[in-house]
């Protein structure tokens, strides 16, 4: 938890709405952190739904292997969440962390041991005690409440220097609905996922094969289309829990994600998601500019994508940004590189709407004093036009700056 | 070039010898630079044979076009090379300039402009004004001499901090023969090709296509090993001349690379090329330390390499490396992103030879403060090792520090 707040962060902070079948409360369990909270206890209704994406690494956290491993049931009664230590790459210890935490949790909440849910995050390689929750999850099963979602998405904070927030309010049928989520990212920050947790949290009423399908579209083009170092987190994690709570003033029963009634649904939370993995870029280490990389002309979207990443993961490119230079060279570089069919001589770059290069050179109406004011800006709009085919995509990233390399050089020690 | 010369420089710089059938000259020609050279012209005897290696890049500059275009030739006759511009991205107007220096350089030296190879480094984007040229190469031409390898090497750099150069001397047959090497690097550098330019002479008599071959096996864990920051120039070309002039004195002729005379000369050959690279890791852009970086437990050696360039390029590696932090949970993130086979519960990780994880978790007998000691080494080894097969493969890179961010995020402007 740094203590100056990213320039990019959201100025218009929602209040959160209660979720009705959703209870928080937060403590410090001293896990790692002082003086600040650390552990989050969210407690579910009987009957809520759950669905889950998490990182392609070929090394995951145990955290993430104890979801993967219960996501089968569909269904959940409590999450489980620390900051400070990941409980990842430790081995058996890790396992028996994992399994241990959520008997304690069980206890607390009253229910099967799979039905809880688990995420960690912070230093990887180091044992988790999960006897420091021994006592605190029951002390805040007691203490859970509708509010406090702010206090939730605080105690999940690593290097993030603000809490990640969203909501969308929406009907589903004639009923209102809501969802809310939260994130927390910052560093090692790559598809896929491009967050290492995140949590979304709706009353209505999904079954977890529905919600499961939703989750995996919405994924796509906000956390998966996010990135600040390429770097995968062994401890990516992405829960989304339907309550179903909403059926009681209405809300129709959802099996399919399909559904024609589910559409304003999707929408909203798709916004969400969105939301909120835009929040990690803001908040990427060290960032003091948010970057959109669109590219367009490619001959599939798929290709735009891996053009638009590798833009987005070019350390020259967001190092040239970070020192407010439209070095659009460098975004050719990474074209290049990339391996995606591209025409030098067909394409053209601009840099927050201002054309510096078309058909393979230098724009001769390129005025350098215009673009450099616009570098200046804290977004920065790259659009790359590649003129063969109809493919696009969009993705976000950060600047990399001196503040990255301080953040991650001291960031254990 | 900076003012700073790199801490990893070598401290035993060569003699460089002359190669008969090779002379060297340079000049400074304003191109982007002041008070300093920027122009190398090698003009060699009639005879030489040459192959290259370019970058994969699909926006390649003007100048690799150019050499492509005549390698199917096999013959070279002068080789020139300017600092400040790439002519990279600079349309009809870049393959005119390549034209034109070629035309003004095959005046110079008497000979076809076919037969001159063109190299340039620097800004991309920039159009480089070859009318530059005119005049300098005629100057250049009538002063060139065998001595002033380091004024070659000195005269091709950019932000490089030393000039990079190498030499073997070898028999071949009963004769003696001479491989002198030059490159330059510092930043985006990334296979494949891994350094923006190199040039390799020797006076053997090898056909051209025995030299291509040579030179494509020994670019593969040379500079193809080597990655600084991911991101591939568009004008990465290495070249490599053999005037043929050792046959005066008893070389035999050789016209496959799978002659057996040819040994030794194969091995020095690869070995001038391992030491260029290693330079060019060295002197990665505001690097303090080298990183070799060995994995083996592979499923096979490709499998190796790109696990190995996983962790190669991973930005929290390298920042935790610059911060002199064993944070070997990096490593396992690097690992677990490669998408190559890897079991988490049979890797081990030793850094500086101090094994510090084994089998998914940390080694009980690993001492914080002996690693933390090793780690203040201005090389640091890395070795992974997986358990799966018979597979290894290792590479070159550096760390991220403060001044590789603020090298580039000013390089330009």
Same sequence: chains 1, 2.
């Avoid at 990213?6 to 928080?24: C, F, N, Q």
């Avoid at 929750?133 to 939730?152: H, Q, R, S, Y």
């Amino acid at each position: 938890m740094s203590s100056t707040v990213s320039p990019l962060a959201p100025t218009d902070v929602p209040e959160m709405p209660a979720i009705a079948g959703v209870k928080l409360a937060t403590a410090a369990a001293g896990i790692r952190y002082k003086g600040r909270t650390d552990v989050l206890l969210a407690i579910m209704e009987k009957g809520t739904t759950v669905a889950g994406v998490f990182t392609r690494s070929k090394c995951p956290s145990a955290p993430v292997e104890w979801c993967r491993a219960k996501l089968g049931r569909g269904q959940a009664r409590a999450l489980v969440v620390n900051s400070g230590n990941a409980n990842a790459f430790t081995g058996k210890t890790g396992r028996q962390s994992t399994a241990l935490t959520a008997s304690i949790a069980a206890k607390a909440v009253g229910c099967q041991p799979g039905d809880i849910y688990l995420a960690s995050t912070g230093v990887i390689g180091e044992p988790l005690d999960a006897t420091k929750f021994d006592g605190v999850l029951d002390d805040l099963a007691a203490k859970t409440a509708p509010e406090g979602w702010m206090d939730a998405a605080r105690a999940i904070m690593t290097t993030d220097t603000f809490p990640k927030v969203a909501t969308a309010t929406v009907k589903l049928g004639k009923a209102k609905v809501t969802i809310n989520g939260m994130a927390k990212g910052a560093g090692m920050i790559a598809p896929d996922m491009a967050t290492m947790l995140s949590f979304v949290f709706t009353d209505a009423p999904i079954s977890a094969g529905a919600l499961q399908s939703l989750l995996k579209a919405g994924v796509e083009d906000s956390f998966n289309a996010v990135t600040i170092d390429g770097d995968t987190s062994t401890s990516d994690t992405l829960l989304a829990f339907a309550t179903g709570a909403a059926a009681a003033h209405g809300a129709p029963k959802i099996s399919r994600a399909s559904d024609p009634r589910l559409k304003a649904f999707v929408k909203a939370f798709h916004a969400v998601l969105a939301n909120l993995a835009e929040q990690v870029a803001r908040d990427g280490e060290g960032a003091r500019k948010l970057v959109e990389i669109s590219v367009e002309g490619a001959v599939s979207k798929a290709s735009a994508r891996r053009i638009a990443m590798s833009i987005a993961n070019s350390p020259l490119v967001k190092t040239a940004i970070a020192g407010e230079d439209a070095n659009w060279g460098r975004v050719v570089m990474a074209v290049g590189k990339a391996g995606e069919p591209a025409n030098r001589d067909k394409l053209s770059i601009a840099f927050n709407g201002i054309r510096v290069a078309q058909r393979g050179a230098r724009d001769p109406s390129y005025d350098e004093a215009e673009v450099s004011n616009a570098m200046k800006q804290p977004k920065i709009a790259i659009k790359v036009a590649l003129g063969l085919g109809k493919g696009r995509d969009r993705v976000l990233t950060c600047d990399l700056t001196k503040e990255y390399v301080a953040i991650n050089g001291d960031y254990r020690s």
